[in-house]
């Protein structure tokens, strides 16, 4: 579903240039759940980031599906439709109320009738358990309710990939477990997943590989029972020390 | 026990209204000082009059009745030819019972209510500010997204067009407007005026929608965009109706510049409101009634514009 082959992102800052992401050769396949992990900075952000094109790449190759999107002729924005995105700090269109949040892109993006729209963004919403703030304001949802939001609008696109980054460090810990439920709810339907995250819990129990990044490198690519107890490198073993 | 103590605010009204009674007062003694006799009985016959129109009649004939209707008359005049008699309403008769008449001949006087010259100069103030405020907001809008532009020829060429107007002052760059370009294109002195107001106050409100496109979080375009709209998309429906509601309030403040500043084009000889002041200033002498006048016309249009633009923002504060 995702391929990546010697992805390279360098960031230009005042100082050293910074190798953000450095290398990186990998894939998910279809229905899988990747959860990506590491300290702050190792460049796993970015890395998501770079799958959608959302962060431009100095070299390698991004495939979605097969397509090329850093190729000539690959028009970005066909490519994105199938990829959904989830970010940290929610980002719904705050002059749009929910509904219009799931709609919009539907519509422009997809060419739907408002009514076809309207019916598959309810569903949605039915299925994230927020039906009932279909007509509010985002800025009156909780952080926690307007990430099921976030990640309904993603999946009204009807994607084949969900990109999650850091889906839930922006939120107060008692809303963290209703984002990750819907998560989990999805990964158990075969979403191809990509999640950066800090939960540690989630990746145990959703994730079928988990990979370790630090300094822009994937230094452990294992199943979670291998990572969680027997994980290889020092630099894993340090992090896992840290947040477990 | 209140934690703070609050004085009380009613001495400081006090004071309001006695520096308030002191001005109006220190007017009138500096008025009196010019022996200045003020003749505001003079200036509502500049917003609207009664004009005498001679009531003409439209056949050949003689007067053959006047009858008296309240303040009416109505002149009869029978056709020489013989055809049906014709009843003329006048309010001042100037013709006798039995008199001949001729075709166009005058009966009397009627009276119609005619617009005055400040009542047309407030007009043509406000169209003038009006079209060119919108054909601004055009050029704003555009310049403002070229200004933002990747591109480094929209970018060079918004950024001179910005210095330019904004080194410059608008009553040179009217002049120059009429005289050069407006000689060169052959253009009227009214499309040269608002011609010359809009490219002035685009360059104004590109800077403004800049800063609103500006200001809106990079969040909402990469949320956009991952949704797979285009750049284009993502401006119409995603930044720009933020930016907008962002922009709103030093928007309100260009238009009403706009309007004052639109006093300009009286130079090049548009009957505006200030220039309908200054001729009915040479005709009727009241100098400081009519300025007066003139000032609380201007005031009088742009706190209901400024009245509107806040009744506008209250509306789109719905959603924050």
């Known amino acids: 579903m995702i391929e990546v082959k010697n992805l390279l992102k360098v960031f230009e800052g005042r100082g050293q240039p910074v190798r953000a992401v450095d290398d990186v050769s990998t894939a998910v396949a279809m229905g899988e759940v990747v959860v990506i992990v590491g300290p702050s900075g190792s460049g796993k952000s970015t890395f998501l980031r770079c799958l959608n094109g959302l962060e431009e790449f100095d070299d390698g190759q991004v495939l979605i599906d097969g397509i090329d999107i850093a190729g000539s002729k690959t028009n970005l924005n066909t490519v994105r439709r199938e990829v959904g995105m989830v970010f940290q700090h929610f980002n719904l269109f705050p002059h749009k109320t929910v509904l219009e949040n799931l709609t919009l892109a539907q519509r422009v993006v997809r060419k739907r009738k408002a009514g076809e729209a309207n019916e598959r963004a309810m569903a949605l919403l039915t299925k994230v358990g927020i039906a009932e703030k279909a007509n509010e304001y985002p800025s009156r949802l909780s952080g926690g309710q307007q990430q099921r939001v976030a990640i309904a609008r993603a999946l009204a696109m009807d994607p084949k990939v969900m990109l999650f980054d850091e889906p839930t460090s922006a939120l107060d810990p008692e809303m963290v477990g209703e984002v990750l439920d819907v998560m989990k709810q999805l990964a158990r339907e075969g979403m191809t997943m990509a999640v950066v995250t800090h939960e540690m819990g989630f990746a145990r129990e959703v994730a079928q590989r988990v990979l370790f990044m630090d300094a822009g490198r994937i230094l452990e690519d294992a199943p979670p029972a291998q990572f969680f107890t027997a994980p290889q490198e020092p630099r894993a073993q340090a992090f896992l020390k840290q947040v477990l | ?320």
């Open chain 2, 1 to 320: 026990m209140a934690l703070k103590h609050r004085p009380a605010a009613w001495p400081w009204y006090l004071l309001l209204a006695a520096i308030l009674i002191g001005l109006t007062a220190g007017l009138w003694v500096a008025t009196q000082r010019v022996h200045y006799e003020w003749r505001w009985e003079r200036v509502p016959q500049y917003f609207a009059y009664r004009a005498e129109v001679p009531q003409e009649s439209p056949v050949a004939g003689r007067v053959s009745a006047i009858q008296a209707d309240g303040a009416l008359s109505r002149v009869v005049v029978t056709p020489a030819d013989g055809g049906a008699p014709v009843v003329l309403p006048v309010e001042t008769v100037q013709v006798a019972i039995g008199d001949a008449i001729d075709r166009e001949d005058s009966v009397g006087d009627h009276y119609e209510w005619r617009i005055g010259p400040l009542t047309q100069g407030l007009w043509v103030t406000i169209w003038i500010s009006f079209v060119s405020g919108l054909v601004g907001l055009l050029i704003g809008l555009i310049t403002g997204l070229c200004r933002i532009s990747d591109n480094p020829t929209l970018r060079g060429l918004a950024i001179l067009y910005i210095e330019l107007i904004r080194g410059t002052p608008l009553l040179v760059q009217i002049f120059i407007f009429y005289f050069f370009i407006g000689t060169v294109l052959n253009l009227d002195r009214i499309v040269a005026g608002i011609g010359a107001l809009a490219l002035f106050v685009g360059a104004y409100i590109a800077e403004i929608i800049r800063a609103g496109i500006q200001s809106i979080p990079k969040g909402q375009t990469e949320a956009a965009r991952s949704l797979g709209m285009s750049a284009f998309q993502n401006m119409a429906y995603i930044v720009l109706p933020q930016a907008f509601k962002r922009v709103l309030p030093p928007l309100a403040g260009q238009f009403i510049s706009l309007i004052k500043d639109s006093s300009l084009v009286s130079v090049i000889a548009i009957t505006d409101l200030t220039k309908s002041g200054r001729e009915i200033i040479t005709a009727s002498f009241a100098t400081f009634e009519i300025w007066f006048t003139v000032a609380l016309l201007y005031l009088v249009v742009t706190s209901l514009l400024s009245q509107l633009l806040f009744w506008l923002e209250r509306r789109f504060a719905r959603s924050d």
